[in-house]
């Protein structure tokens, strides 16, 4: 199975549909009520740095969220969507449990790799009613550093335990990288059940022997 299937599966229609129309119908509703779409058309945004924009506003709440993602969805400016990602993730945490699916599915889904990377990094600390499908659809994603930055956050998820059976099937990752990646989040998730797939994994590729020895140390086995 390839992985644009594979993400069919783990993000399933049914799962997310609803969210995209709620967002669509939140930005018609500017046209007899303008106060939020007016906010979100001005945002203030910054830049860091590394000369990367990010939303800086406190107007900003989550009642803004519906048309918010409704203008990252349409925004073309390759600067100003990862920017608008950042002022969604603040609004996540305080949004309730209907947003989870749009949160999920753009970490796995979302066109540019930097928004993808942004909502993946905030699925850390997100109920698995989010982490769950976000973070297995990204770690199934065709691009090498999203499915990196899936394994990475596994491994440090707040429920990291429920993650290993899947970082175990990514231990044959065809990207170097990502199998370092996702022998140290074995380690982080320091599950033991997973020494013996973590030891076979270094007999297969030497060069995961440090990472593997360290993972092993934090499962508590040798």
Same mark, same amino acid.
């Given at each position: ?19 995209? $129309? ?9 046209? =007899? %009520? ?6 979100? %058309? ?7 740095? @590394?000369?990367?924009?990010?939303? !800086? ?15 990252? !969805?349409?925004?073309?400016? &390759?600067?100003? &969507?990862?920017? /608008? ?7 996540? =945490? ?12 753009? @970490? @796995? ?11 993946? =990094?905030?699925?850390?600390? @997100? ?7 976000? /973070? ?12 990196? $930055? ?14 290993? $059976? $899947? ?28 020494? %013996? ?8 590729? %030497? ?16």
């Amino acid at each position: 199975m390839n992985r644009l299937a594979l993400l069919a599966l783990l993000l399933p229609a049914s799962a997310l549909a609803g969210w995209q $129309d709620d967002v669509a119908n939140a930005r018609a509703a500017c046209d =007899t %009520d303008a106060s939020l779409c007016d906010v979100v %058309d001005n945002l203030g945004v910054r830049e860091n740095r @590394a000369g990367l924009w990010f939303v !800086q506003d406190s107007r900003l709440g989550v009642e803004h969220l519906p048309v918010l993602l409704h203008r990252m !969805q349409q925004e073309t400016d &390759r600067m100003m &969507r990862p920017a /608008l990602a950042t002022g969604i993730a603040q609004l996540f =945490t305080d949004a309730d449990a209907s947003w989870h699916p749009a949160w999920a599915e753009l @970490a @796995a889904t979302d066109p540019s790799p930097q928004v993808r990377s942004i909502f993946i =990094t905030e699925l850390r600390r @997100a109920p698995m009613t989010a982490a769950g499908p976000g /973070l297995r659809g990204a770690l199934a994603h065709e691009d090498a550093l999203t499915r990196r $930055d899936a394994a990475s956050v596994m491994g440090r998820q707040l429920e990291a335990k429920a993650f290993v $059976d $899947d970082l175990l099937g990514a231990l044959d990752d065809d990207d170097a990288v990502v199998r370092k990646t996702v022998v140290r989040a074995l380690g982080h998730a320091a599950d033991p059940k997973a020494a %013996d797939a973590v030891r076979a994994a270094v007999e297969a590729d %030497d060069q995961l022997a440090n990472e593997a020895r360290r993972a092993l140390e934090r499962m508590g086995v040798e």
